[in-house]
Nanobody, 121 residues
Framework: QVHLVESGGGLVQAGGSLRLSCAAS????????MGWYRQAPGKQRELVAD???????NYAESVKGRFTISRDNAKNTVYLQMNNLKPEDTAVYYC???????????????WGQGTQVTVSS
């Protein structure tokens, strides 16, 4: 019923910028924390950044000062502004959201399908 729609990935040179977006569709749900994870080939999926419903952000040490996470609660959308990209940022980026599901009477963790970010040297 609900799915996360991601966009904004692509190929960029080192030092460039990309802006990822992720929207919950349809926009009729209560959403708590939203965030971004990434996974490079041969590596574990890792948290990049997340943000609470009240707007408090959390960042992985490797992206602090370069990435900014934000959200628009009216649109149930989370954004990740990525500046000064480095080759080590190359990965598939996955959107994550905790959404209230009445059937479980609890929040359930949803994942996007992933969007590729490739940073060339």
């Amino acid at each position: 019923q609900v799915h996360l729609v991601e966009s904004g990935g692509g190929l960029v040179q080192a030092g460039g910028s990309l802006r990822l977006s992720c929207a919950a569709s349809p926009n009729i749900f209560t959403i708590d924390t939203m965030g971004w994870y990434r996974q490079a080939p041969g590596k574990q999926r890792e948290l990049v950044a997340d943000i609470t419903s009240s707007g408090s952000p959390n960042y992985a040490e490797s992206v602090k000062g370069r990435f900014t996470i934000s959200r628009d609660n009216a649109k149930n959308t989370v954004y990740l502004q990525m500046n000064n990209l480095k080759p080590e940022d190359t990965a598939v980026y996955y959107c994550n959201a905790d959404i209230w599901v009445q059937h479980y009477n609890d929040f359930y963790e949803y994942w996007g399908q992933g969007t590729q970010v490739t940073v060339s040297s």
